[in-house]
T-cell receptor
């Protein structure tokens, strides 16, 4: 079975802290994405990566950075957490080809206080 | 501008009843459309996928339709169960790039 694993289901962090969200996939996919999901706004793309050490900004990259040192691992970094980054964060690993499918992790509910 | 719009925003139905969720999109050039189910506190899981040439696809009690001419899709749920309570998200992929365009979802609640 396809598996995308996010390191934490729930996180509570203080304003100003540096936060690391980890995502690991076991499907050997090249494409990995980070989204945040907020009520009424749906999923919004933060960053994505096509390959190891490659990264591209999505629609809302401000306040975030990413790291892809290995193919299976894609990390999202909040350099200095703020309360407006309280959200559900979803990692996706995506197939190639015409019938592209996004396989999602279980999500990390981050609360910044 | 590439957009995906879903309706209704939320829906409450009685267990055993049928319902239909709508998705309209402007994504072009179109590659495929997927419906995802997202249980509360979980990541989305794919239910169906349809490409340009497919106009209906079933997965158990879920049936998706696609009209590529009018750029509309629907997800029909038959004989609803309590476990169908979830958010249903329509996702459209263009042929170029690796982007996905997400609708904001329909929140379905099935009550006994």
């Amino acid at each position: 079975d396809v598996k995308v694993t996010q390191s934490s289901r729930y996180l509570v962090k203080r304003t100003g802290e540096k936060v690391f969200l980890e995502c690991v996939q076991d499907m050997d996919h090249e494409n990995m994405f980070w989204y945040r999901q907020d009520p009424g706004l749906g999923l919004r793309l933060i960053y994505f990566s096509y390959d190891v050490k490659m990264k591209e900004k999505g629609d809302i990259p401000e306040g975030y950075s990413v790291s892809r040192e290995k193919k299976e691992r894609f990390s999202l970094i909040l350099e200095s957490a703020s309360t407006n980054q309280t959200s559900m964060y979803l990692c996706a690993s995506i197939t190639d080809g015409t019938r592209t499918e996004a396989f999602f992790g279980q999500g990390t509910r981050l609360t910044v206080v | 501008k590439n957009q995906v719009e879903q309706s209704p925003q939320s829906l409450i139905i009685l267990e055993g009843k049928n319902c239909t969720l709508q998705c309209n999109y402007t994504v072009s050039p179109f590659s495929n459309l997927r419906w995802y189910k997202q249980d509360t506190g979980r990541g989305p899981v794919s239910l169906t996928i349809m490409t340009f040439s497919e106009n209906t696809k079933s997965n158990g009690r879920y049936t998706a339709t696609l009209d590529a001419d009018t750029k509309q899709s629907s997800l029909h749920i038959t004989a609803s169960q309590l476990s169908d309570s979830a958010s249903y998200i329509c996702v459209v992929s263009p042929t170029t790039g690796n982007q996905f365009y997400f609708g904001t979802g329909t929140s379905l609640t099935v009550i006994p």
